[in-house]
């Protein structure tokens, strides 16, 4: 059974990663949620990134904001794909996690998606998984296929909207 992780910093994360919890279980990808902290869970944070593997994991998404260095410490511990998603979290407007979770030093990657991006890490952690588990895969094409429906029809819609006024 196909299994991520979702950490992240602080419980006042939690609505902000949710969408990423909702895209796993469209893509019946099994997961588990925990908070973790950097900082202030810096054991947990390493004991968890060494045991993930042995624990069934196949990627780790990551979410925290202001000095946002969760994702780049589990992936400093783990030979597993870390995702992040910076939260915007203070009065920077989201640009302080998110320059603290992109710009790792060479040899340690992390694959930060956007500010508040929940769903896009959880769609890439699918992306992943979906090289090994061809349903996953198939999956994602049934998604890519209906948001493009969704803008053709958009477009169909819109056009017949402007013609009527
Ligand atoms: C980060 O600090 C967390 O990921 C959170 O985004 C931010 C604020 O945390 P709290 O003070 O609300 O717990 O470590």
Same mark, same amino acid.
């Given at each position: 059974?196909?299994? $991520? ?15 990423? *919890?909702?895209? =796993? ?26 045991? +993930?593997?042995?624990? %069934? ?10 000095a946002a260095?969760?994702?780049? *410490? *589990?992936? +400093? ?6 995702? +992040? ?8 407007? %989201?640009?302080?996690?998110?320059l603290s979770t992109?710009?790792?030093?060479? %040899?340690?990657?992390?694959?930060? *998606? ?9 769609? =890439?952690?699918?992306?992943?998984? %979906? ?20 803008? $053709? ?13």
């Amino acid at each position: 059974m196909p299994k $991520v992780a979702i950490l992240m910093g602080s419980k006042s994360d939690f609505s902000i990663v949710q969408p990423a *919890v909702e895209s =796993l279980k469209h893509f019946k990808i099994d997961y588990e949620v925990r908070i973790i902290s950097a900082h202030r869970t810096p054991d947990i944070a390493k004991e968890f990134s060494q045991s +993930a593997i042995d624990n %069934g994991f196949e990627a780790i998404i990551c979410a925290a904001g202001k000095a946002a260095h969760l994702a780049g *410490v *589990v992936a +400093a511990y783990t030979t597993l794909p870390v995702i +992040a998603i910076p939260i915007l979290s203070s009065t920077f407007s %989201g640009l302080d996690s998110l320059l603290s979770t992109v710009q790792m030093p060479s %040899g340690v990657p992390v694959a930060t *998606v956007a500010v508040n991006g929940a769903e896009n890490a959880a769609i =890439l952690a699918a992306q992943i998984l %979906g090289i090994k588990y061809p349903h996953i895969q198939k999956m994602l094409s049934t998604f890519k296929e209906e948001m493009k429906q969704k803008v $053709v029809n958009d477009d169909i819609l819109l056009n017949q909207e402007l013609k009527n006024n």
